[in-house]
């Protein structure tokens, strides 16, 4: 099949607009990450030194295919990346297609990229699924072109396949930690204390006020600056959490303690899939393990409102995988056309190369004991599920 590809490059093109609302749900389970709002409250916010690129595949003039990039520079040489990557950390990245043409846009999308084109030395695309069937097609699709390839940051993505009920999603944790959440809510019934669940339509922004001053609050304990310090987080944040509200995506839980705020939670529900995103608490919270309070409260609602899944994101904390027993890996796939971006690769799998020297050195009780210590100086300020329970 011949499809056409088109790129837009402005985000207030109605036609873009209209080609990603009928790519999003042509999905069966696509990312809140990969969605219009998502992307463009992150360029408008974060991304204005790139430039957009959004490839739409059309048949016949249908839409069945996206694929939401844009061209930024990193390291000396110009990379064509996902929107909404960059700083915010989206996850489950990928292309959206027909699952029924899957294989034909797929092709569409490489025959395009393939092309000679000066605007960017190569591809960097984070968020993809290890093992998935993107995956597998675009190491293929470098080798066979004889493009320079890597896979670099691999990540842990936790999450919970969601039960019916909450009591079946306890019985799924071992008995010490089952009995500290049913401990925890019982403490927090008998303080007076609460939790406010809200979907984000009234309220929102001094809400999201709360999140910022505690998400502060508690890694400034620690001697880390908030993300949400940034301004254009704040920005981003602001903008993304009203779209989401509208559609009915946005979920916040904030702990309420005699009329004072001492924690809040933001999550959102797209399709069957909860996910959280960030924790913002007061570390001197006269409330018993606040965190997970709040963590355990978001699961429950989720099961409440029929999610199949409740989606941790980006990181392995000890926290999470308290909570959740099943986790899948994602990687920044890099790919390299011409000689910016394939000395970046080569410096990469050198760099990859001497990791695996120095754990062979260190053994694995060493190397895991210095790979949690960097992951505590450098992972609590992840914009995506960084903020520690």
Aim: include cysteine; charge should be positive.
């Amino acid at each position: 099949m011949d499809l056409n590809v088109t790129t837009y490059g402005d985000f207030s093109d109605p036609r873009l607009k209209q080609a990603w609302a009928d790519a999003v749900y042509l999905q069966p389970s696509p990312s809140i990450f990969s969605t219009y709002e998502w992307c463009a409250s992150w360029f408008d916010a974060v991304g204005r030194k790139t430039k957009p690129m959004v490839l739409v595949a059309n048949d016949g003039g249908r839409t069945v295919g996206l694929l939401p990039l844009c061209v930024g520079q990193s390291n000396g040489a110009q990379w064509a990346e996902f929107l909404g990557s960059d700083r915010v950390k989206g996850d489950h990245l990928d292309m959206l297609c027909d699952p029924n043409l899957r294989d034909d846009v797929a092709d569409a999308f490489f025959s395009f990229l393939s092309q000679p084109n000066d605007d960017y030395d190569g591809l960097l695309l984070d968020g993809i699924a290890c093992g998935s069937r993107t995956h597998v097609e675009l190491k293929a699709w470098a080798h066979q072109s004889q493009f320079r390839t890597v896979d670099r940051e691999i990540q842990t993505l936790p999450y919970i396949k969601l039960p019916n009920t909450f009591d079946e999603y306890l019985a799924t944790l071992s008995p010490k930690r089952r009995s500290a959440v049913r401990r925890s809510h019982r403490k927090l019934a008998a303080s007076g204390a609460e939790i406010r669940v809200s979907d984000g339509q009234s309220g929102l922004e001094a809400t999201l006020e709360d999140f910022c001053r505690l998400h502060a609050k508690r890694w400034n304990t620690v001697g880390v600056k908030s993300n949400f310090a940034d301004p254009q987080m704040r920005t981003f944040l602001s903008q993304f959490c009203q779209q989401a509200a509208r559609h009915n995506w946005m979920r916040t839980y904030s702990l309420v303690v005699d009329e004072r705020t001492e924690g809040v939670l933001l999550a959102f529900h797209f399709g069957a899939v909860a996910s959280f995103y960030q924790i913002g608490r007061d570390p001197d919270s006269s409330v018993l393990n606040a965190g997970m309070v709040l963590m355990t409260t978001s699961i429950e609602q989720a099961i409440k409102e029929s999610m199949k899944r409740f989606d941790f994101l980006r990181g392995d904390e000890p926290y999470k995988s308290r909570l959740a027993k099943s986790q899948s890996k994602q990687a920044t796939v890099m790919i390299g056309f011409r000689r910016p971006a394939t000395t970046m690769i080569a410096k990469e799998q050198m760099a990859q190369g001497m990791k695996r020297i120095c754990q062979r050195l260190l053994g694995d009780q060493r190397w895991s004991q210095l790979k949690e210590l960097t992951r505590q100086r450098i992972g609590s300020q992840s914009a995506t599920g960084g903020g520690a329970a």
